[in-house]
T-cell receptor, first 116, second 113 residues
């Protein structure tokens, strides 16, 4: 069974640009959630999509947005990049939505974004 | 905003010892989650707790959802070298588009053989 895949694995952008990251969940999983990890702020939850609907959302500005397609693949977009957006962006997939009683959640390897 | 205080920040223990770590908050959560992350890897969900007072085990790991819903504990019994990593707690309140998941800063565990 293939795991969660994220593309690209590494990305370098400059301030002001926008970026789109992709996450393909495990086959059959309907929930995809996104996280930002930095040395300073640690792990932070961005948002979760379940069956193409945003179900939960963290405390990030509107520059961070996402969507989920009918095949459960998800994309995350960050517009007007800032230096502080440099981070490891992780996505995770699970059968049920977060908090829905599903004990399994699988993370991808992450996309390392560097903003210059 | 909501914050989680996770302690200790780091632990250096001998193989075979038991480990305890906890997370506390001033806010109530509906769900508590415990993750482990090893260097260069994504987090792995270890245990999920859904009811106040719930005690759940996963092998040598045992976690509890505090009765006040403001805290959670993780215990590891008879530690082994492969337990090394950073353990994160997360509290969650879900509810349509307003649900949020808050992470603790992590407990870095080192195990000496």
């Amino acid at each position: 069974k293939a795991g969660v895949t994220q593309t690209p694995r590494y990305l370098i952008k400059t301030r002001g640009q926008q970026v789109t990251l992709s996450c393909s969940p495990i086959s059959g999983h309907r929930s995809v959630s996104w996280y930002q990890q930095t040395p300073g702020q640690g792990l932070q939850f961005l948002f979760e999509y379940f069956s193409e609907t945003q179900r939960n959302k963290g405390n990030f500005p509107g520059r961070f947005s996402g969507r989920q397609f009918s095949n459960s693949r998800s994309e995350m977009n960050v517009s007007t990049l800032e230096l502080g957006d440099s981070a490891l962006y992780l996505c995770a997939s699970s059968l049920a939505y977060l908090g829905g009683g599903e004990d399994t959640q699988y993370f991808g390897p992450g996309t390392r974004l560097t903003v210059l | 905003g909501q914050q989680l205080n996770q302690s200790p920040q780091s632990m250096f223990i001998q193989e075979g010892e038991d480990v305890s770590m906890n997370c506390t908050s001033s806010s109530i959560f509906n769900t508590w989650l415990w993750y482990k992350q090893e260097p260069g890897e994504g987090p792995v969900l270890l245990i999920a707790l859904y009811k106040a007072g719930e005690l759940t085990s996963n092998g040598r790991l045992t976690a509890q959802f505090g009765i006040t819903r403001k805290d959670s504990f993780l215990n590891i019994s008879a530690s082994i070298p492969s337990d090394v990593g950073i353990y994160f707690c997360a509290g969650m309140n879900y509810g349509g588009s307003q649900g949020n998941l808050i992470f603790g800063k992590g407990t870095k565990l080192s195990v000496k053989p």
